[in-house]
Nanobody, 119 residues
């Protein structure tokens, strides 16, 4: 199983970015996916999550600015990030949990994509 994240970059405060995460190498169904970030010197923070049936949740710090979505058929997850702030600067990782024939397979991570927001 591979999770490939892309879409990061360097932007100014108030700009937008759209991150993508493509799942490949599996026939498993997506149970949950999410985005977790790590800023320099800080712990990991779960930014947003989405279940296979479309239920979403967000960290308070990004509510109203970030939108997570999932294209199940394409096994691709997105994170639309609007009104970016310097405190959003971090490496963003996509994560996934799969299910297949009643079994759950958890804790899959992709390589991160860097988001840098300058003031």
């Amino acid at each position: 199983v591979q999770l490939q994240a892309s879409g990061g970059g360097s932007v100014q405060t108030g700009d937008s970015l759209r991150l993508s995460c493509v799942v490949s190498g599996t026939i498993f169904d997506i149970k949950n996916m999410g985005w977790t970030r790590q800023s320099p010197g800080k712990q990991f923070e779960v930014v947003a999550g989405i279940s296979g049936d479309g239920s979403t949740n967000y960290a308070e710090s990004v509510k109203g600015r970030f939108t997570i979505s999932l294209d199940n058929a394409a096994k691709t997850m997105y994170l639309q990030m609007n009104n970016l702030k310097p405190e959003d600067t971090a490496v963003y990782y996509c994560t996934a949990e799969f299910e297949y024939k009643g079994s759950v397979f958890s804790d899959y991570w992709g390589k991160g994509t860097q988001v840098t927001v300058s003031s």
